[in-house]
Nanobody, 128 residues
């Protein structure tokens, strides 16, 4: 069974940075082919895809709202998925979730319904 545990959330001022990590357990969840993703959900809004990392090929996909500011990475040896978030904005405030089980790259990699395993989430609050 896949287990995903996020960490790294907290409060940050606009323009600041934060790095989220997702520790994954379960056979092949990080090392095998497929996509892992970061999603977020703000109060009163639907869950949205932020970034995805698909293997083989180490392809990364990003939502337009975070392109150039966020970077997703995957450490196969340590079974972790990370999200480096720079130049954070007020609208980045949300609960951030790690997800596993995606099997399609491109735009599909940012769709929540493509994933079947989820972490509990970590809160990121951007405020001045």
């Amino acid at each position: 069974q896949v287990q995903l545990v996020e960490s790294g959330g907290g409060s940050v001022q606009p323009g600041g940075s934060r790095r989220l990590s997702c520790a994954a357990s379960g056979y092949g969840v990080v090392s095998s082919a497929g996509c892992l993703g970061w999603f977020r959900q703000a109060p009163g809004k639907e869950r949205e895809g932020v970034a995805a990392h698909c293997h083989p090929g180490a392809y990364a996909f990003y939502a337009d709202s975070v392109k150039g500011r966020f970077t997703i990475s995957r450490d196969f040896a340590r079974r972790t998925l990370s999200l480096q978030m720079n130049n954070l904005k007020l609208e980045d405030t949300a609960m951030y979730y790690c997800a596993a089980g995606g099997s399609h790259g491109g735009d599909a990699s940012l769709l929540p319904q493509e994933y079947n395993s989820w972490g509990q989430g970590t809160q990121v609050t951007v405020s001045s």
